[in-house]
């Protein structure tokens, strides 16, 4: 499809275990966010990416959050060393460009629990 | 700081009516995007309603409207003519300085015949 694409849907992970969530953007999208929905409350900003280069990680919660995406379009979410806390819906979003009217368009997000 | 406010958590309306969901938002920034997200019970954000600080004119979108009051800081949405799928979580965003999106707590609207 055309839209944003989040996978895998579902992830289930031992607390401890190392999970990747991966984002393919719109084609064409320049800027890609990461956010963070817990149960019950809206999304919370967590990184921030136009083309390759990580313009804002301010939002991810600590070292064991890293994000990447080395060619410009696909982005990798990387949690270490995973705790119950980061149970959530990790949110994708892509933008035609930074700034002015355009909306995010987000994916369908990967719901994670952590056991 | 930049935040966002939903006090409704959730509202009722009937089928064909109309519905105001609020929405009130705090910054210092001149320039700034608010947007409007549907979040059905399957989990993803559909983007509704764009209204940009500068803009002279309320959004519309179809069935959508911006009910934006920029010296109340408050940008409401207004649901023409309800239907059952409308029936879900409702967003307020704000884009900030750098890009991002804030959101508030939301909406649960709830749609019955």
């Known amino acids: 499809g055309a839209g944003v694409s989040q996978s895998p849907r579902y992830k289930v992970a031992k607390r401890g275990q190392d999970v990747a969530l991966r984002c393919d953007p719109i084609?064409?999208?320049?800027?890609l966010f990461w956010y963070q929905q817990a149960l019950g409350q809206g999304p919370e900003f967590l990184t921030y990416?136009?083309?390759?280069?990580?313009?804002?990680k301010s939002g991810l919660p600590s070292d064991r959050f890293f994000a990447e995406r080395p060619e410009g379009s696909v982005s990798t979410l990387k949690i270490q060393r995973t705790q119950q806390e980061d149970s959530a819906v990790y949110l994708c979003?892509?933008?035609?460009?930074?700034?002015?009217?355009?909306?995010?368009?987000f994916g369908d997000g990967t719901r994670l629990s952590i056991l | 700081a930049q935040k966002i406010t939903q006090t409704q958590p959730g509202m009722f309306v009937q089928e064909k009516e109309a519905v105001t969901l609020d929405c009130t938002y705090d910054?210092?920034?001149?320039?700034?995007?608010l947007f409007w997200y549907k979040q059905p019970s399957s989990g993803e954000m559909i983007f509704l309603i764009y209204q940009g600080s500068y803009d002279q004119q309320n959004a519309t979108e179809g069935r959508y409207s911006l009910n934006f009051q920029k010296a109340r800081k408050s940008a409401n949405l207004v649901i023409s003519a309800s239907q059952l799928g409308d029936s879900a979580m409702y967003f307020c965003a704000m884009r900030d300085n750098t890009d991002k999106l804030i959101f508030g707590t939301g909406t649960r609207l709830q749609v019955f015949p």
């Open positions: 910054t210092s920034d001149p320039s700034y995007g």
């Open positions: 084609s064409g999208h320049v800027s």
């Open positions: 979003a892509s933008s035609f460009s930074f700034r002015g009217n355009q909306p995010q368009h």
């Open positions: 990416f136009q083309n390759e280069a990580q313009l804002d």
